[in-house]
C-alpha cells in the first residue's frame, strides 16, 4: 500500500461521496445543536424540523447510494447492499422517533434531536464497516447517546434508575469489550476483521487468550443486542425510559449491531479458525438461550414495556438464528430487521398512546379498554399477532424465511443445532402467544367497571402507527414488495 | 375471479362492509352476514352441480376443477433457491362435500347467532374472517396459502371465544389457541423441510405447491424428505416418518384424538352457540381433511406404513370419547367427548385405507358436520332459555316442549347412528372399511373394527341416557316455577335452522350417493397413490 | 528491561482491580471508576501492541479514540448518577432497585 | 306396496292432532290387500321378484337398493301384514282417548313400514337398515308414555340391549363384505351362491355366523339377550302382541332363516344350544310371574327358543313355520290380555282402587264378564300349549319331531335337546294353564264392585273383530288340511328345505308321531290337573277342600312338584332378574362407573398433563425472571460469570 500522504488524501477525498449521508448528520448534528441554543426559545419545533431536515437529505443521499457497492478510507467504510439497506431503515425509524419525541416531548427538548442524530450517525458507522475500531466508536457513539437519551428526561425515581443501570451496564461491557479488542489486536496486528492477516493471526494465536478476547468482544455486542446473558439491563432501561425512547431503543441499535455481528460471523465461519465451528455452536446456543429466556421470562410479566423488553430479546434470538443460517443473500436478514422494526415501532406508539389516556403501563389497565378504543385495540392485537409470527402478516413472512434457511443450513450439514434451534424456534412462537395475547386478553375478554375518561384520540402518532400496522399486513401478504426491493 | 376466490373473498366483503356500516346501523350486521353466507351457499351448491363426479384429483391438477392459479409470491432467495408461492385453489371430490358442509352450517352458525347483542360488529366482522378462512383452507392447493389460511382461521376464534364465551373462556380460548398453534408451527416446520425436498417440474424452482409434493418424482434426490437416497434421521427417525408424524400431529390436534383433545371439550363448553356450532360443524373436520389432503397424500408411503397405530388412535379415540360422554353431566360437555368419539371414526376410516373406510370417513364428517352442529344449536337453545345445561337439572322436558324433544331425539338418533340418518352410513361404512382392510392386506385388524363398533354401542348409550334423563318422566326441574314459564318451544327462526341440518341428515342417509358419487373418484385415486407402498 | 509481558500482566491486573472495584464497590462512582480503569487497562495494551504494529498506528489511534470515548461515557456517567442522586439520596446501587421483576 | 306406508309417514308427520288412525288403518288395510293378492298369491311357489337400483357407490363397489321378492320373504310380509291389520283395527279402542294418540299411530306406521321393509329387503345393508329402523319404532313404542319412569327406562334397554345385537350384524355385514365382496342376498345366497364356491369351515365364516346370531339373539330376545322383553311390557299391550310377540321379535329368525347358507356347523349348533336353553329357562321364568303381561312375554321368549332349535337344526321351514303361527296364537294372547287389562284399568280408574291392572292375583272368574274373550284367550292358549286341531300342534310338532331326527342322526348325547324340548313343551302347558285359570276361573275379587254401578264388560266389538279373526287363524286349518301330518302344511311344502342329514328315515316318522302323542297325552293330564290344582292353590279354603278329596300321594305331588316347580321358578326368576338382568344392570353400571373413571383420567391425568406442561413453562419462567432483582452488580456479576465460565469451558475442553 502507498502510504505516502497525498496518496491518502486522494483516497479520502475519493471516499467522501461514499460518506454524504453520514456528512448530512454530522452537519445536520452541528447545526441541531445550534438551533436548539439559539433557535429553540423563539421557535418551538426548530430543532425537530432541522433534524428531520437532515434525516431527510440523509436519506436522499442514502438512496443514491442503493445500488453502489464500494470502501472508502482505506478499507474502513464499506457501502454495499447491506449497509445502505440498513442504514436506510435506520434513518426511516429515526424519523419515526423523532415525531415520536416531538409529539409526547414537545418541551425544552431541543437537545435531544441533535442526540438522536448523533445516535444515527454511530449507527450508520456501525453498519457500514468492518473494522474493529469503527466498530468501537459505532458501538460507543450509539451507547452514549442513548445513555442521554434515557438519563435526558428523567423527572423520577425509576427514570434515572433506568439510565443509571443502563450507564454503567453499558460501560462496564464496552470496557471489557475493549479489554477483548486490544487483545486480539495484540495477537492480531490487524484491526480488520474481514482480512486475511486477521484471521490468520486469530488462528497463530493460543486458543486459550484468543477465546478470551473474543468472548469479551462479544460482551460489547451482546449488550447492543441484548442476547443472554448480556440481556439483564434490558427489561429494567426499557421499563423505566420514557416509551419513546424505548421505542428508539429497542429497535435502532439492534440493527446496527445486527449488521455487525453479522459481517464478524460471515468472515470467520466455513474458515479453518478454529472459531468458526464454535462459533457455530455459540450462535445456536446464545441463540436457543435468548429465545428460551426471553420468551419465557414474558410469560409473567405485568407491565406491557418490560413484557416488550423480554419479546425483544427473544426475537433477538430470533435475529441471532437468521444471521447463523446467513448463506449468500442477505435480504432475508434484512427481511427480519424490516418486519421487526415496523413491529416494535407500531407496538410502542400504541402502548405509549394508551399510557397517554390511562397513565400506565400495567397490564391491568388495559382492562376493559377494548371497547373504549376498538380501532387501537385491534391494530394493536395485529401487531402482537405479527409478533408471534401468525400469517397473514409479516412477521410470519419473516419468521418464515429465518425458518426456510435454517432449514436449509440443516439439510446441508445435518447439524442437530439447527435442527434444535428450529424446534425451539417454533416452540417459543407458541409460548409467546400467551403473552401477547395478554394484551387482546386484557382489553377485549376482560370488562372493567371503572370508567376510563379517553381524551383527544387523533394525532400524527397514531396515524403513522396505523400505517405501521397496515404495512405489517401488506408487507405479510405481498412479502415480494418488499423482497424485491431488498433482494 | 373465478369462482372459487368469490367464494372465499366474499365473506371479506361482508367483513368490509360491516366494519365501515356505524354503529347505529348494527340491526343490519346480521343481515348483511347472514345474506353473505346465503350467497355462498347459493354459490358452493352451484359448484356442488357443476361438479364432474368422474375426475379423481388428489394429485393431478388437471383433474382438479374450478381451478385458479396466481403466481403470488416469487422470491429470489440466492443459494436457498427460488421461492415460489401461487395462489392456487381448486375443488376435488374431498373438498367439495366439505365446501359445501362448511357453507351450510356458516349458515346455521349465523342463524344461530341471531340473539347475539354484545358488540354485534365486531362479532360479525369476526365471524365473516373465519368462513373466510375455513373456505381458504378447503380449496387451497398451495401448502403456504394453506397454511395462511389455517392460522388466520384460530385467531376470529380466539376472540370468538374469549369474548363472546362462558366464564371460563379465556382459559378455554388461550387453551384451545396455544394447543392449535403448538400443532401449526410445527406443521410449518415440515411445510419448509417439503419446500426444500420437492421441484416444480416446470420451472425448476422450489415450490410450495401441494400437488407437486405428491408427486415422488419431483422430490430432490437425497434432499430431507426425497424418496430417493434419503439418508437423513432426526434423532435416529427417518425424516420422512418425521414429517409425517409431525404434520399428522398438527392435524390430529384439529380431529381430535386422544391424548391432544383436552382443549375440544374446554372451548366447547365454554364458547358461544354458534362458535360451537361452527368448531364442531367445520373445524373438526379441518382435522380429517387436512390428515387426507396433506398427511396422507404427501406422504403415501408412510400412511401405508403407519396406519396401524392411526387406526389404534382412532379406536381409543372412539372409545375413550364414548366413555368420557357417558360421564358427563353438562349436557355440552356430553356432546363435545361425542364428537371426539364420532371423529375417532374418521381416523379409523382414513386409517383402514380402503375405498369404503375413506369413503366413510369423509361421509362421516360430512354428516358429523351438520349433526354436531344441530346438537349444539339444541344445547343452545336450552341455555338461552334458563342458562343451564347441567343434565341432572331437567326432568321430563318432553311434556313441556314437545317440539324441542323432537328435534333432539331425532338428532340424538340420527348421531347415534341410526339408519336412514347419515351418520350411520359414515359408521357403518368405517366399519365395513375397517374389516375389509384385512381382506385388501393394508395392516388394520379386524379387532380394531370391532372396538371401533362397540363405539357404536357407546354412543346409543350415552345419548339414550340423557334423552331419557332428560326428557322422560314427569317434569322436574331445577329452577322451578322460573324455569317452567321460561321454557318455552322452539320458535320459527329455531326451526327453519334446526329442520334442514336434520332434514339434511335423512336425506343422505336414504341416497348417500349425494355425497359418495363426487367423492368416489377421488378416494379411489387417493387409494391408488398409496396402493403401492402397501 | 521492560518487555510486552509486564505490560500485559500489568494490564491484567488493572482490568482485575476495576473489574472488583465494578462488581464489589457500593457506589456508583467507585463502579465508574472501576469501569474507567477497565478502559485504562485496554488502553494500556493497545498502546504496549502498538509499538510493533509500525505501519498503522492502529493500536495509538484506537487508544486516543478510547480514551475519548471513555471520557464522554464517564461524563454521561456522571451527570446520571448524579440525577439518580436527586432522586434516591442515595448511589449505592444496592439500594437503587425500583426496576425488577 | 311400500308406498302407502310411506306416504301416510308422510301424513302422519304432518296431520298432528287429527285423528290419524284412520289415515293409518288405510294403509295397513292397502297393504295388506297388496300383499296379499298383488305379492304374496303370484309369488308363492312361483319364481322370484327381483328389482334392484343403484344406490351409491364406494369405490369399485356399487350398492343397490331393491326388492327382494321370494317364498320366505313374501310370507313373511303377509305375516307382518296379517298381523298388523288386526292390531290396528284393534288399537283404536284401545287407544281411545290417549292424549298422544297421534304419536302412536305415527309409530305404528312406522314400525309397520319399517317391518315390511325388512321382509323385502335386497341387501343386508337395507336389511340392516330396517332391522335398526323396527327397532327403532319399537323404542318409540316401548316409550310411549314417556312420563312413565319405568317405561322411559325399558325403552333405553329395550335399545341398547338391540343395539349389542346390531353391532353384531354390523359385524356379520362387514365381514360378509369384507370376503364377498358384495351384500346383494340373492348373489350370496341366490342359485349361483357366492359362498358355495367358498369353504365354509374357514374361521371368517364362523364369526360372521356368530356375529349374525348375536344379532338375531338380541332381536328375537335370547338368553342372556332377552332381559329386554319382560320389560318392554311397558308398552300400549297392542304395541306389545304386534311388536314383541308377533313380528319384531320374530325377526332375528326371519334373518336367521334368510342368512341360513352361511352358516356351517359350529354355528348352528351354538344356534341350537342358545335355542334351548332360552326355551328352558323363559318357560320356567314364565311359571311364576303374576304379570299377565309378563308371562306372556317370556312364553313368547320361550317360544322364540323353540324356533331358534329349528334354525339350529336346519329345519328353518319348521321355524318359519312356527314363525307364523305363533305369530297368529301370541298376538291374540296379548289381544286378549289386553282386552282383560283394559277392563281391569277401567275399573281401577272408576273404583279408585290402587291396584296393578295387569297382575293376575286381582283377577278370576273373569269368564263370566267376558265370554267371547274367554273363548278367544282358550284358543289361543291351547295352540301355544300345542294342542291338536291347533296350529301351534302342527308346528311345534314340526320342530321337535325333526330335532328328534337330528338328534338321532347325530348321537346319544343330542337327544338332550329335543327332551328339553318336550319338558319346555310341559311347562308351556302348565304355565299357560295358569294364566287361563287364574283369570278366568274363580271368583272375583272385585265383584261387589261390579253390582254398585260399576259396569264391568266384554271388550268392544273393534277389539273383539280382530281377536276373533286370529282366533280362526290359530286353529289347524289355516295352515293344512291333515290333522297331525306337519308336512302336509303349505307352509312346510314350498319353503323345501334341503337337509343336513340326508337320511330322513322313514321309520323316524313314527317315532316322532308317537312321541308327540305321548306329549299331548302328558298336556291332557298335567291339563286336567291344573284344573282342579291350580286354583286351590290360590284359595286356601277351597285348596283344603280339595285335598281331602284327593290322595296323599297327590298332596305330596302338589308340595313337592307343583310348589317346587313354582319355588323353583321363582328362584330361577329371582336368580334371572337379579343376575342376568343384574349383569346387565351391572355391566351398564360399570360401563358407566368406568366412564366415570375415564373421565377422571381425562380430567386429571391427560387435561392435568397438558396444564402441567403449561404451568412447568410458566414456572420456568418464574425461575428465568429470578436474575432479574433489580441488582445491577447482580447484573453484571451474572454476565460476566457466564462469560467466565464460556471461556472455562472452552479452555479446558
Not at chain 2, 418425521?242 to 404434520?247: A, K, N, P, R, Y
Not at chain 4, 333405553?156 to 362387514?174: C, H, S, V
Not at chain 4, 297331525?484 to 323345501?496: G, N, P, Q, R, V
Request: proline share 3%; aromatic share 14%.
Amino acid at each position: 500500500m502507498n502510504v505516502s500522504i497525498p496518496n491518502i488524501l486522494d483516497q479520502i477525498i475519493a471516499s467522501v461521496p461514499l460518506f454524504k449521508p453520514e456528512l448530512a448528520l454530522i452537519i445536520g448534528f452541528i447545526v441541531c445543536i445550534f438551533i436548539a441554543l439559539f433557535l429553540e426559545k423563539r421557535w418551538r419545533n426548530s430543532t425537530f424540523i432541522g433534524c428531520i431536515v437532515t434525516l431527510g437529505f440523509s436519506l436522499y443521499y442514502l438512496i443514491g447510494q442503493l445500488s453502489t457497492t464500494a470502501t472508502g478510507f482505506s478499507g474502513m467504510w464499506l457501502v454495499d447492499t447491506w449497509s445502505t439497506y440498513a442504514r436506510l431503515i435506520v434513518v426511516c425509524s429515526t424519523v419515526i422517533i423523532a415525531i415520536f419525541l416531538q409529539q409526547q416531548h414537545s418541551k425544552n427538548n431541543g437537545d435531544v434531536y441533535s442526540i438522536l442524530i448523533a445516535a444515527t450517525l454511530g449507527m450508520h458507522v456501525l453498519s457500514s464497516t468492518s473494522h474493529w475500531l469503527m466498530g468501537f466508536i459505532g458501538i460507543e457513539m450509539v451507547s452514549i447517546a442513548s445513555y442521554i437519551l434515557v438519563g435526558y428526561f428523567s423527572h423520577n425515581k425509576t427514570q434515572s434508575e433506568a439510565a443509571m443501570k443502563y450507564v454503567l451496564f453499558g460501560s462496564v461491557c464496552a470496557a471489557v469489550m475493549l479489554y477483548g479488542l486490544s487483545l486480539i489486536y495484540g495477537l492480531t496486528g490487524n484491526l480488520d476483521f474481514q482480512s486475511a492477516e486477521h484471521l490468520q493471526g486469530l488462528m497463530d494465536a493460543p486458543e486459550a487468550i484468543i477465546t478470551l478476547a473474543l468472548l469479551f468482544v462479544f460482551a460489547g455486542i451482546g449488550f447492543k443486542l441484548s442476547f443472554v446473558p448480556f440481556h439483564v439491563w434490558s427489561p429494567d432501561v426499557y421499563q423505566g425510559a420514557p416509551t419513546a425512547i424505548t421505542a428508539f431503543l429497542s429497535t435502532i441499535p439492534k440493527i446496527g449491531a445486527i449488521i455487525l455481528f453479522a459481517r464478524l460471523y460471515q468472515s470467520w465461519s466455513s474458515t479453518a479458525f478454529y472459531f468458526s465451528e464454535l462459533s457455530t455452536w455459540f450462535m445456536t446456543i446464545v441463540a436457543i438461550v435468548t429465545m428460551l429466556v426471553g420468551n419465557l421470562a414474558a410469560l409473567r410479566q405485568q407491565d406491557v414495556k418490560r413484557m416488550m423488553a423480554y419479546s425483544s430479546i427473544g426475537h433477538t434470538g430470533l435475529l441471532l438464528m437468521a444471521v447463523f443460517a446467513y448463506q449468500d443473500l442477505n435480504s432475508y436478514l434484512l427481511f427480519y430487521i424490516v418486519a421487526y422494526v415496523l413491529m416494535n415501532l407500531a407496538t410502542f406508539i400504541f402502548i405509549d398512546q394508551i399510557e397517554q389516556q390511562t397513565g400506565s403501563t400495567s397490564l391491568l389497565s388495559y382492562t376493559g379498554l377494548g371497547k373504549k378504543m376498538p380501532i387501537l385495540f385491534t391494530a394493536f392485537t395485529l401487531v402482537a399477532i405479527s409478533l408471534i409470527g401468525i400469517p397473514p402478516t409479516v412477521g410470519f413472512v419473516a419468521k418464515l424465511m429465518v425458518f426456510t434457511s435454517t432449514f436449509s443450513v440443516f439439510q446441508s450439514s445435518g447439524d442437530t443445532g439447527a435442527l434444535l434451534l428450529l424446534i425451539i424456534g417454533a416452540l417459543t412462537s407458541a409460548i409467546s402467544l400467551f403473552f401477547y395475547f395478554k394484551i387482546p386478553l386484557y382489553a377485549f375478554l376482560r370488562s372493567s367497571d371503572q370508567p376510563v375518561i379517553l381524551k383527544k384520540q387523533f394525532g400524527v402518532l397514531l396515524v403513522i402507527a396505523y400505517i405501521l400496522t397496515a404495512l405489517v399486513i401488506l408487507f405479510g401478504i405481498f412479502p415480494n414488495w418488499v423482497m424485491q426491493v431488498l433482494a | 375471479m373465478g369462482l372459487l376466490s368469490i367464494l372465499i373473498f366474499l365473506p371479506l366483503v361482508a367483513t368490509l362492509l360491516i366494519l365501515v356500516l356505524p354503529t347505529s346501523a348494527k340491526a343490519t350486521y346480521k343481515y348483511i352476514a347472514l345474506g353473505f353466507t346465503f350467497l355462498q351457499f347459493g354459490l358452493s351448491l352451484y359448484l356442488y352441480g357443476n361438479f364432474e363426479a368422474s375426475l379423481g384429483g388428489i394429485q393431478q391438477l388437471e383433474a382438479y376443477q374450478f381451478v385458479e392459479q396466481l403466481s403470488w409470491i416469487r422470491m429470489d432467495l440466492g443459494a436457498i433457491g427460488k421461492l415460489e408461492i401461487d395462489y392456487l385453489v381448486g375443488v376435488d371430490g374431498i373438498s367439495l362435500p366439505l365446501i359445501v358442509l362448511s357453507t351450510l352450517v356458516m349458515l346455521m352458525g349465523v342463524g344461530a347467532s341471531w340473539n347475539i347483542d354484545k358488540s354485534p360488529k365486531g362479532y360479525f366482522a369476526l365471524l365473516m374472517i373465519l368462513n373466510t378462512a375455513v373456505m381458504g383452507i378447503f380449496s387451497a392447493l398451495d401448502f403456504f396459502l394453506f397454511y395462511v389460511f389455517y392460522e388466520v382461521m384460530l385467531l376470529p376464534l380466539y376472540f370468538l371465544i374469549g369474548i363472546w364465551g362462558g366464564e371460563r373462556r379465556e382459559y378455554a380460548a388461550i387453551k384451545f389457541f396455544i394447543y392449535t398453534l403448538l400443532g401449526s408451527v410445527l406443521m410449518l416446520l415440515i411445510i419448509v423441510g417439503l419446500y426444500f425436498s420437492v421441484i416444480n417440474p416446470v420451472t425448476g424452482a422450489h415450490t410450495f405447491n401441494m400437488l407437486h409434493m405428491m408427486n415422488p418424482a419431483n422430490y430432490v434426490d437425497g434432499s430431507f424428505f426425497a424418496y430417493i437416497a434419503n439418508y437423513h434421521d432426526v434423532f435416529g427417525i427417518p425424516a420422512r416418518l418425521i414429517g409425517f408424524i409431525v404434520l399428522f400431529f398438527a392435524f390430529a390436534i384439529k380431529v381430535p384424538i386422544v391424548p391432544l383433545h383436552t382443549w375440544l371439550p374446554d372451548a366447547h363448553v365454554e364458547a358461544p352457540t354458534p362458535v360451537s356450532i361452527i368448531l364442531a360443524g367445520i373445524l373438526l373436520k379441518i382435522g380429517g381433511y387436512g390428515i387426507i389432503r396433506v398427511c396422507y397424500s404427501i406422504f403415501p408411503d408412510i400412511a401405508a406404513t403407519t396406519n396401524w397405530w392411526l387406526a389404534l388412535i382412532g379406536v381409543v379415540s372412539i372409545l375413550y370419547g364414548a366413555l368420557n360422554a357417558l360421564a358427563q353431566k353438562d349436557l355440552k360437555r356430553m356432546i363435545a367427548y361425542s364428537s371426539v368419539s364420532h371423529m375417532g371414526f374418521v381416523l379409523l376410516g382414513i386409517a383402514s385405507l380402503t375405498a369404503e373406510g375413506l369413503a366413510g370417513a369423509m361421509f362421516q364428517m360430512v354428516s358429523h358436520g351438520f349433526l354436531s352442529a344441530a346438537l349444539f344449536f339444541l344445547v343452545g337453545v336450552l341455555y338461552d332459555r334458563v342458562h343451564d345445561r347441567y343434565i341432572y337439572n331437567f326432568r321430563g322436558l318432553a311434556s313441556l316442549m314437545p317440539k324441542y324433544t323432537a328435534y333432539v331425539a331425532i338428532a340424538f338418533f340420527a348421531s347415534l347412528g341410526l339408519p336412514g340418518f347419515s351418520a350411520f352410513i359414515g359408521e357403518a361404512f368405517v366399519i365395513i372399511g375397517a374389516f375389509n382392510a384385512e381382506s385388501m392386506t393394508t395392516g388394520v385388524p379386524r379387532w380394531m373394527a370391532i372396538g371401533g363398533s362397540i363405539g357404536i354401542l357407546l354412543s346409543a348409550a350415552y345419548f339414550l341416557w340423557t334423552l331419557q334423563r332428560m326428557f322422560f318422566g314427569q317434569t322436574r326441574l331445577q329452577g322451578g316455577q322460573v324455569w317452567k314459564e321460561a321454557l318455552t318451544d322452539l320458535n320459527t327462526r329455531e326451526q327453519v335452522i334446526l329442520f334442514p341440518a336434520l332434514a339434511l341428515a335423512l336425506l343422505l342417509g336414504i341416497m348417500p350417493s349425494l355425497v359418495f358419487s363426487n367423492l368416489n373418484a377421488s378416494v379411489l385415486q387417493l387409494i391408488d397413490l398409496i396402493k403401492p407402498y402397501l | 528491561m521492560i518487555t510486552l509481558t509486564h505490560f500485559l500482566v500489568v494490564s491484567a491486573c488493572i482490568f482485575c482491580i476495576g473489574l472488583y472495584a465494578v462488581l464489589a464497590k457500593r457506589s456508583a462512582i467507585m463502579i465508574l471508576v472501576g469501569i474507567e480503569l477497565m478502559i485504562n487497562a485496554a488502553i494500556l495494551n493497545f498502546v504496549a501492541f502498538g509499538k510493533y504494529d509500525k505501519l498503522n498506528y492502529g493500536g495509538q489511534v484506537f487508544a486516543l479514540f478510547a480514551i475519548v470515548l471513555a471520557a464522554a461515557a464517564v461524563a454521561v456517567g456522571l451527570a446520571i448518577i448524579l440525577n439518580v442522586y436527586r432522586n434516591f439520596k442515595t448511589i449505592n446501587p444496592e439500594n437503587i432497585h425500583e426496576l425488577k421483576d | 306396496m311400500l308406498c302407502p306406508l310411506l306416504a301416510f309417514l308422510v301424513q302422519a308427520l304432518l296431520g298432528k292432532k287429527s285423528i290419524s288412525g284412520n289415515i293409518a288403518l288405510v294403509a295397513i288395510l292397502a297393504s295388506t290387500l297388496i300383499s296379499l293378492f298383488g305379492v304374496f298369491l303370484p309369488i308363492w311357489n312361483e319364481t322370484t321378484i327381483l328389482q334392484k337400483w343403484a344406490w351409491f357407490t364406494i369405490g369399485q363397489h356399487t350398492l343397490h337398493v331393491g326388492i327382494l321378492i321370494n317364498n320366505l320373504t313374501a310370507l313373511m310380509q303377509l305375516i307382518v301384514c296379517i298381523i298388523a291389520l288386526p292390531v290396528h283395527i284393534y288399537s283404536r279402542a284401545y287407544m281411545k282417548g290417549d292424549s298422544g294418540i297421534h304419536r302412536y299411530w305415527m309409530y305404528l306406521s312406522l314400525f309397520c313400514f319399517a317391518m315390511l321393509g325388512l321382509t323385502v329387503s335386497l341387501n343386508l345393508l337395507q336389511l340392516y337398515i330396517f332391522w335398526e329402523l323396527v327397532g327403532f319404532a319399537s323404542y318409540l313404542l316401548i316409550g310411549f308414555w314417556f312420563t312413565k319412569e319405568t317405561a322411559a327406562q325399558a325403552n333405553k334397554k329395550a335399545f341398547l340391549i338391540n343395539r349389542i345385537g346390531d353391532i353384531g350384524f354390523l359385524i356379520g355385514i362387514a365381514l360378509v363384505y369384507a370376503n364377498c365382496g358384495t351384500l346383494d342376498l340373492s348373489t350370496l345366497f341366490g342359485k349361483t351362491s357366492v359362498l358355495s364356491s367358498m369353504d365354509k369351515n374357514m374361521s371368517w365364516v364362523t364369526f360372521a355366523g356368530l356375529a349374525f346370531f348375536l344379532g338375531a339373539m338380541a332381536k328375537s330376545a335370547q338368553f342372556p339377550l332377552h332381559v329386554w322383553l319382560p320389560d318392554a311390557m311397558e308398552g300400549p299391550t297392542a304395541v306389545s302382541s304386534l311388536i314383541h310377540a308377533a313380528t319384531m321379535v320374530a325377526a332375528g329368525v326371519f334373518l336367521l332363516c334368510t342368512v341360513f347358507p352361511l352358516f356351517n356347523e359350529t354355528v348352528l349348533f351354538v344356534i341350537t344350544i342358545i335355542g334351548t336353553l332360552t326355551a328352558l329357562s323363559a318357560a320356567i321364568f314364565a311359571l311364576g310371574q303374576y304379570d299377565i303381561k309378563k308371562v306372556l312375554a317370556f312364553s313368547t321368549i320361550s317360544q322364540l327358543g323353540f324356533m331358534m332349535v329349528g334354525v339350529g337344526i336346519g329345519a328353518w321351514n319348521a321355524a318359519m313355520f312356527h314363525l307364523t303361527t305363533h305369530a297368529f296364537f301370541k298376538c291374540l294372547l296379548f289381544l286378549s290380555a289386553g282386552a282383560v287389562i283394559h277392563e281391569m284399568a277401567h275399573l281401577k280408574a272408576k273404583a279408585q282402587l290402587t291396584i296393578d291392572p295387569q297382575d293376575l292375583r286381582h283377577m278370576g272368574g273373569l269368564r263370566h264378564f267376558m265370554p267371547k274373550t274367554f273363548v278367544c284367550m282358550v284358543i289361543a292358549s291351547l295352540s301355544l300349549a300345542g294342542f291338536p286341531l291347533t296350529s301351534g300342534y302342527l308346528s311345534k310338532d314340526s320342530i321337535v319331531i325333526t330335532a328328534y331326527e337330528w338328534a338321532s342322526h347325530l348321537g346319544t348325547a343330542y337327544m338332550l335337546i329335543p327332551v328339553l324340548l318336550i319338558i319346555v313343551s310341559l311347562l308351556t302347558a302348565f304355565y299357560i294353564g295358569r294364566l287361563i285359570f287364574k283369570t278366568f276361573f274363580g271368583s272375583f275379587k272385585y265383584r261387589s264392585l261390579t253390582g254398585a254401578g260399576i259396569s264391568f264388560h266384554e271388550a268392544p266389538k273393534a277389539m273383539l273383530i280382530p281377536m276373533i279373526f286370529l282366533a280362526a287363524g290359530s286353529l289347524f286349518p289355516f295352515f293344512g288340511i291333515s290333522l297331525t301330518d306337519y308336512h302336509s302344511a303349505w307352509i312346510m311344502h314350498t319353503l323345501e328345505t334341503e337337509s343336513s342329514y340326508p337320511t330322513l328315515a322313514q321309520a323316524h316318522l313314527f317315532i316322532p308321531a308317537l312321541l308327540t302323542g305321548g306329549a299331548i297325552l302328558a298336556w291332557l293330564i298335567g291339563w286336567n290337573w291344573y284344573v282342579k290344582q291350580k286354583y286351590p292353590l290360590s284359595e286356601n279354603n277351597v285348596w283344603v277342600h280339595f285335598a281331602h278329596k284327593q290322595s296323599y300321594i297327590n298332596e305330596f305331588n302338589e308340595r313337592v312338584f307343583v310348589n317346587g316347580t313354582i319355588g323353583l321358578s321363582r328362584i330361577l326368576y329371582t336368580f334371572d332378574r337379579y343376575v342376568v338382568d343384574g349383569l346387565t344392570k351391572f355391566f351398564s353400571w360399570f360401563v358407566r362407573q368406568l366412564s366415570v373413571v375415564v373421565y377422571w383420567f381425562d380430567k386429571h391425568i391427560v387435561d392435568g398433563l397438558v396444564n402441567l406442561v403449561a404451568n412447568a413453562t410458566y414456572y420456568i419462567g418464574h425461575l428465568v425472571r429470578h436474575v432479574q432483582n433489580g441488582q445491577l452488580q447482580t447484573y453484571l456479576g451474572f454476565a460476566l460469570t457466564i462469560v467466565v465460565l464460556g471461556i472455562l469451558y472452552l479452555i479446558i475442553k
